[in-house]
């Protein structure tokens, strides 16, 4: 493992570097993003969470944890859920835009307004 054979102040400065270019690359990426495809691009995000899902479950079920990273990890897996079922309820509705609908019937003018 390379992590421990770094000292902790390498290994954290290194682990500072990632975050902040990975926050510059994700304002270029979204500002880049049509206004028009924002809401597909986040319905897919949040269904991405799954992800975040399985990491909290494998938190909460490793032995050995304090009441400190119970606390976090169920959190963790609620907002995460949360987060993925708004994902997919939001997709559903996007997606309910794009349906044919069907025309209206046709009234019959000799019927003058009567049903039979």
Request: aromatic fraction near 6%; charge should be neutral; glycine fraction near 10%.
């Amino acid at each position: 493992m390379i992590a421990a054979a770094l000292p902790h102040g390498v290994l954290l400065m290194f682990e500072v570097t990632i975050l902040v270019i990975a926050i510059f690359l994700g304002i270029e990426v979204i500002s880049k993003v049509p206004t028009l495809l924002h809401t597909p691009l986040m319905s897919g995000t949040n269904a991405i969470h799954g992800v975040v899902i399985v990491g909290a479950m494998l938190v909460l079920g490793a032995g050995h944890k304090g009441p400190y990273t119970w606390v976090i990890g169920f959190v963790a897996m609620v907002l995460a859920s949360a987060n993925v079922v708004g994902g997919f309820v939001v997709t559903d509705r996007m997606l309910e835009m794009f349906k044919k609908r069907e025309p209206a019937k046709p009234v019959d003018a000799s019927q003058n307004g009567q049903q039979e």
